[in-house]
């Protein structure tokens, strides 16, 4: 499977949006490369079958 790839201004809103997700529903302040790593995880490892649906 070939992995997704974002543009860099869609990779910062990403990246400000799991960030956000983490402040408020969470309660869990994660930062830059945290954020960065998980969104490098998901469209690793989730985003293929997502994308497949």
């Given amino acids: 499977m070939s992995q997704i790839t974002f543009t860099e201004d869609e990779k910062a809103t990403l990246v ?8 408020n529903e969470l309660s869990q302040d994660i930062g830059q490369f945290d954020a960065e790593f998980l969104l490098e995880f998901f469209s690793k490892e989730i ?5 497949n649906k």
Avoid: S
């Fill in 47 to 51: 985003g293929v079958y997502h994308y």
């Fill in 16 to 23: 400000t949006k799991i960030k956000t997700y983490f402040e």
